[in-house]
């Protein structure tokens, strides 16, 4: 249990600029679904009641010593491979946008590997921590490669290349974060290099052709540069101050896909200008900081690649998703953290946030 001097450890800028990043979400949500005003639609109620669950999510995994999913690592990595093959059980597995990830649950449709991502951090931490020695040679990393494969594995044959590429880089941060020696480090993304043409190859057509897309950003005859294209312009449309809350063309004439998740970016953009954008960005780089603070203040190992983990992943969903829009980063369907649609992802990310928390409170008193 918690004793009441640890809730001064609770990080109470980070809770706020979640929050102002979650109203900040609502709003733009509301914004692709009518032209002129906000109403509540039934994306805006799914994105509240996620938000909802995750404010208990939140509490409750506060009230939990963090070091439970320590002892319970081989258990939690076996939980990942189960969740996984949840999608392929008949009638509880749904197909959408061309990738069997996600099943069904009544009303709601969930998304495994949203949730994986979290299980996976805490149960390579453990994995990590107990091997950090072995870290300094060769054959130590490529244990530690081989224990995140077979979770990769299965997102990326649902396909969701956006998760697994996701999981590839949080697994690379948290073994550098662990211990690995430079020089193997070095030599392991030049071989990481080397191996991309073999990648290519093994990938789904679709995955392709988003790939040829990016490398080929001018040619407006390849699916998703006429999108991107169209996302471009809509960010530089929206100049310094915007075209005003509601008021974006882009959006209105619907040359943005996906407006209330993968371009939600573009949106804000196109709207509330450079000034908006930038203030996002600025909110996401306070988020982080927040977490990497929460990361040095923790008092083992364990703890401290958990939020390392979780830190990674934010940081490159928030650098993808936006990088994206902008036309530097390929298109994936990875969603921009407590902004973008998605109730899986949402309380998938609040449920990270708990996490952090539940560390943080039970830290050493550090001072920064």
């Known amino acids: 249990m918690i004793s009441k001097h640890r809730l001064k450890d609770v990080d109470f800028i980070l809770l706020t600029t979640i929050f102002i990043l979650f109203i900040v979400g609502i709003i733009f949500i509301g914004s692709t679904s009518y032209d002129t005003s906000f109403i509540i639609t039934k994306n805006i109620k799914v994105q509240l009641f996620a938000f909802a669950l995750g404010i208990g999510a939140i509490i409750l995994l506060s009230f939990i010593d963090y070091k439970v999913w320590e002892s319970m690592y081989r258990i939690l990595y076996l939980s990942c491979i189960g969740f996984l093959l949840l999608v392929y059980i008949p009638g509880l597995g749904q197909v959408h946008f061309g990738a069997r990830s996600w099943i069904s649950l009544g009303p709601l449709d969930f998304q495994p590997s949203e949730i994986v991502k979290i299980i996976f951090i805490l149960t390579f931490s453990k994995f990590l921590s107990e091997r950090q020695a072995q870290l300094q040679t060769f054959r130590g990393l490529l244990i530690a490669v081989a224990y995140s494969l077979p979770i990769i594995f299965l997102i990326l044959i649902e396909p969701d290349l956006g998760n697994a590429a996701v999981l590839g880089i949080i697994s690379f941060i948290m073994i550098f974060a662990a211990g690995l020696d430079y020089k193997i480090m070095w030599k392991s993304v030049g071989l990481t290099i080397l191996s991309v043409p073999l990648v290519y190859r093994l990938l789904e057509t679709h995955q392709k ?125 990875i969603t921009l953290p407590f902004i973008s649609y998605g109730g899986s992802s949402l309380l998938t990310n609040m449920i990270a946030i708990g996490i952090v928390i539940s560390i943080s409170i039970r830290q050493q008193r550090l001072k920064f």
Not at 246 to 268: C, H, R, W, Y
Not at 320 to 327: D, H, K, L
């Open 209 to 333: 052709i988003r790939i040829d897309a990016f490398l080929n950003p001018n040619d407006l005859s390849l699916p998703g540069n006429y999108h991107v294209w169209n996302s471009k312009v809509a960010i530089g449309s929206g100049n310094f101050l915007g075209k005003g809350l509601f008021s974006g063309t882009q959006k209105k004439l619907k040359f943005l896909p996906v407006q209330e998740s993968d371009f939600i970016f573009a949106v804000l953009c196109e709207e509330l200008g450079f000034l908006g954008g930038f203030f996002v960005i600025l909110l996401y780089a306070l988020f982080l900081m927040r977490l990497t603070l929460a990361a040095l203040r923790a008092k083992d190992t364990y703890g401290r690649l958990v939020i390392t983990g979780i830190t990674g992943m934010f940081a490159f969903q928030i650098f993808e998703n936006i990088g994206m829009t902008m036309g530097i980063m390929p298109v994936t369907g």
